[in-house]
């Protein structure tokens, strides 16, 4: 069994739509989280980063963090065509020293005008 | 300022053969990490580098090595090549703080011939 399970994808939705991406983690020493979005060929870039349970909000983003059932969640409101990507979800330990992240697969996600 | 930089873009080499690729971290950062992202996977975890010294190892073989310099460039080398070491290799930087955020470079992408 992976680390972090990601479903896949791919996933379609219509402009406009609310998108909700999820990853499950078996390691409940992970205490950061974090969703990356990549577009192809390009690097992972950093879109929310959350320290243990709760929620957080920027913008169309809420990224949300249930430690108890090991579940973290995207949700992207207002769904735009740009926002058609390969979302990542990663984690880690709060180890000092120690920054290794441990990602997903990544869902594919693609928004239909 | 200017994110994380990686070169080259792309490569191509031949079973067998060694390559080395190249980080320059953001302005300040301190920690740099190496993953390999196979095609449809998410990256994986390969070296971590601090103050020129390894700070964490993925589970890769013995013919991937990497050092970091006094800039905080870094280098990571990938020798006897294989077919199966195809993918885009990304670099991450950090300020190397308790928490710190990472940020990737856009990748050097390899195949293997």
């Known amino acids: 069994q992976k680390e972090v399970e990601q479903d896949p994808g791919p996933l379609s939705v219509p402009e406009g739509a609310i998108v909700s991406l999820n990853c499950t983690y078996s390691?409940?020493?992970?205490?950061?989280f974090m969703w990356y979005r990549q577009y192809s060929r390009k690097g992972p870039e950093l879109l929310m980063y959350t320290y243990s349970s709760g929620n957080k909000e920027d913008g169309r983003f809420t990224a949300q963090v249930d430690k108890s059932s090991k579940y973290i969640s995207l949700f992207i409101r207002d769904s735009q065509p740009s926002d058609s990507a390969t979302y990542l979800c990663?984690?880690?330990?709060?180890?000092?020293?120690?920054?290794?992240?441990?990602f997903g697969t990544g869902t594919r996600l693609t928004i239909i005008p | 300022d200017a994110g994380v930089t990686q070169s080259p873009t792309h490569l191509i080499k031949t079973r067998g053969q060694q390559v080395t690729l190249r980080c320059s971290p953001i302005s300040g950062h301190k920690s740099v990490s190496w993953y390999q992202q196979v095609l449809g996977q998410g990256p994986q975890f390969i070296f971590q580098?601090?103050?020129?010294?390894?700070?964490g190892r993925g589970n890769f073989p013995d013919r991937f090595s990497a050092r970091q310099f006094p800039n905080y460039s870094s280098e990571l080398n990938v020798n006897a090549l294989l077919l199966g070491d195809s993918a885009l290799y990304l670099c991450?930087?950090?300020?190397?703080?308790?928490?710190?955020?990472?940020?990737f470079g856009p990748g050097t992408r390899l195949t293997v011939t």
């Open positions: 580098y601090y103050e020129k010294e390894e700070r």
């Open positions: 990663a984690m880690r330990e709060p180890n000092f020293g120690n920054e290794k992240l441990t």
């Open positions: 991450a930087s950090s300020l190397m703080h308790q928490g710190a955020e990472q940020y």
């Open positions: 390691n409940s020493a992970f205490q950061y």
